[in-house]
């Protein structure tokens, strides 16, 4: 038996078919891919790291500049590993909340970073073994920005 609804008579073509259904969602996952949010975590903790050896450089750095300064750089790197790792946390949340100027200035950096790691590579600078390792888990990380996925994600933000 149907369900009567006040107003509706039997004999209408407007018949009760049971709750409203949702409007149709776009085929776009919404959720963050697994991928950004493995890279997200490790800048993240990547930047903890610059910040706490930054600062342990600092303390190291002005002690012996008390002492008799033989770390006349020592301040300078400090300041600069510091603030590298304010700048990493800082892209770190972006990629998180998908932010596309994050993820253009992550794949920058390692592009960059691939760059100067083939040219270490081909300068002797590093051994072939490790410089090759480095160059790959460079290109899948920022292949794992660039997916399908990971496009839709960054484009609705």
Known sequence: MQAEIPGVSR??????????????????DPRR???VTFIGVLAYIGGIFDIIGGSMLLV?????????NPLPGGLLTAITIIVS????????????????????????VRGI???SQI???TTGGVGLFVGIISVLISAIVLSWL????????FSRR
């Open 119 to 121: 040219l270490a590579i």
């Open 113 to 115: 970073s691939i760059v």
């Open 85 to 108: 790792g304010v700048i990493v946390l800082i892209v770190a949340g972006g990629l998180l909340r998908g932010s596309r100027v994050s993820r253009l200035i992550f794949t920058i």
């Open 33 to 35: 891919p697994a991928g």
């Open 11 to 28: 004999l209408s073509p407007f018949r009760y078919s049971g709750p409203m259904t949702q409007p149709a969602q776009s085929s776009v």
């Open 60 to 68: 190291i750095a002005t002690g012996a500049a008390l002492v008799a």
């Open 146 to 153: 660039w997916t399908p996925r990971a496009n839709a994600y």
